[in-house]
């Protein structure tokens, strides 16, 4: 295993992870998991999704508690199966979705459980008087007295760092807070994480983007299969040699595109109009394309794609597919069309977590696999089967929770449901959000397939090399209204940015 030998931010580490293990009935899901964390320093945590990133965070948050290993804590032993004593010990887990009470305040949250009493009764003048010290010294300028309904995910990123201070935590976790956030939130998110490094706190940064991990942290610990395989200075690495220790393998090639000649019009949108959404939007698909829709967080780009599929409704326009008129409003006419959606929120909207890996993948068949009223289990296995052996899915049986399922894998399975369908036209949208960088090349090389094939794609992404590395063309809306169109040969990052911002209008 690589090492870097002592941080510079201490002399010896906050949190000390040696050996640990941990097992689910026959998965192994921690095999070898070792890391060390400094006091004043961010330090990346790596790996594929399924490489055991997750469980090592649950078990440092309480929710898990290893079958064997040493966790030591400031030098005592870690207590560990209880999310209360984890944060009585200072650690601290901000995840990826927050868990605010929507009708409390920003003070109440911040305290909820917590609650300062005086004389019998919570005093309210002086959680709010914290709250708003917590906030100040984070940077941030946020009314504590407000309701948390309607905050954007960035703010209530923060509300959970301020709860986590306001508990005395030293070390502070943060599971992926960037997926959702735009490119000036992010740059929020890493002032306030240099601020919490600058005063002392252990930060644990777990993303999938190399870019974010290469501006914000000073060192990483990469893990696969259940293992650590490598701790490294970021000032001493590569993304290349990063990526390596990731996958257990050189990836030769993360946009995979294949040269395709397109074919006859599959998707024509005409001055497609939602108020208060979109307007005006109109744009042509061809068999074998893939076509890239960019732009910033907010600008329509996945309203539109839900009122193509018929998702959501719209005001004005027309749908045609394969020279036919789609009905608005109606996903089962799309799907009986031949057209697909892969949703943004794959948790949310795209699969049932508590059922089987099985039946989420053959959902959208449920009529042809079903005998009368009776599903057949054994076509849906076969369909699941097939599915997951082309995608290369990862799980220990079908008949498993979806749940279980590590992101990447999840992705696969919402993928497969509708590959099943065999549609015409499959609409992508975030594809590999929140995912690794192995199976991001193997998500980029089945779209580049199935487009060889002659399949009609449509790409919504919001990382810009996933958008010029995958297009035929590419589609840039700002404001609810498409403002550039470029071919693949002259759409380059400074173009699709300018178009996405306003900042070529202005040129």
């Known amino acids: 295993m690589l090492q870097s030998g002592r941080n510079e931010a201490g002399a010896t580490p906050m949190l000390t992870i040696s050996n640990v293990s941990k097992s689910f009935g026959g998965v192994r899901a921690l095999v070898d998991a070792s890391l060390d964390l400094y006091a004043g320093e961010v330090h990346a945590l790596l790996g594929e999704n399924g490489a055991g990133k997750s469980t090592l965070l649950k078990t440092l948050a309480g929710v898990h508690t290893a079958d064997s290993g040493v966790i030591k804590l400031n030098g005592q032993e870690f207590k560990q199966g209880s999310t209360k004593a984890s944060i009585e010990q200072g650690v601290a887990v901000i995840y990826q979705e927050p868990s605010l009470f929507p009708d409390l305040t920003l003070a109440e949250n911040v305290f909820i459980g917590r609650q300062p009493i005086k004389s019998g009764l919570v005093d309210w003048h002086t959680m709010e008087v914290e709250s708003k010290k917590l906030f100040e010294g984070l940077g941030i300028n946020l009314n504590p007295t407000a309701k948390a309904r309607g905050l954007s995910i960035a703010d209530q990123q923060i509300v959970e760092i301020a709860k986590a201070l306001s508990t005395e935590a030293q070390v502070i976790v943060m599971d992926e807070p960037t997926a959702a956030l735009s490119a000036k939130e992010v740059d929020r998110l890493f002032e306030v994480a240099n601020r919490l490094r600058e005063t002392g706190h252990a930060v644990v940064f777990v993303s999938h983007r190399l870019d974010e991990v290469f501006a914000l942290c000073q060192r990483m610990t990469v893990m696969r299969d259940g293992s650590t395989v490598g701790t490294q200075l970021i000032a001493d690495t590569s993304e290349a040699q990063v990526i390596q220790l990731m996958v257990g393998r050189e990836v030769a090639e993360l946009f995979p595109k294949l040269d395709v000649q397109p074919g006859e019009i599959v998707l024509k949108v005409e001055n497609l109009s939602s108020d208060g ?231």
């Open 277 to 507: 959404n979109f307007q005006g939007v109109s744009f042509e698909v061809r068999a074998g394309e893939i076509l890239g829709i960019a732009g910033l967080v907010g600008s329509g780009r996945s309203e539109v794609v839900r009122a193509v599929f018929g998702v959501d409704s719209y005001d004005q326009g027309s749908v045609t597919l394969l020279g036919q008129r789609v009905p608005k409003a109606s996903p089962s006419k799309s799907m009986s069309r031949g057209m697909a959606l892969v949703p943004e929120d794959r948790r949310q909207q795209g699969l049932f977590m508590p059922t089987s890996i099985a039946r989420n993948s053959a959902v959208t068949l449920l009529k042809k696999l079903s005998r009368g009223i009776f599903l057949s289990g054994k076509n849906e296995s076969k369909v699941a089967d097939k599915w997951g052996k082309v995608l290369q899915l990862k799980s220990a049986s079908l008949l498993d929770p979806v749940e279980r399922l590590s992101g990447g894998n999840q992705q696969k399975v919402v993928l497969a449901k509708w590959l099943a369908t065999e549609p015409k036209l499959l609409i992508v949208d975030e594809p590999t959000r929140g995912i690794d960088v192995g199976t991001k090349a193997e998500v980029h090389r089945l779209l580049s397939e199935k487009a060889k094939e002659g399949m009609a794609v449509v790409m919504v992404s919001s990382e810009l090399p996933e958008v010029l590395g995958m297009s035929d063309r590419v589609l840039v809306m700002r404001e609810g209204r498409l403002v550039g169109s470029f071919e693949r040969s002259e759409a380059t990052p400074e173009k699709v940015i300018g178009a996405a911002t306003g900042a070529m209008n202005k040129a």
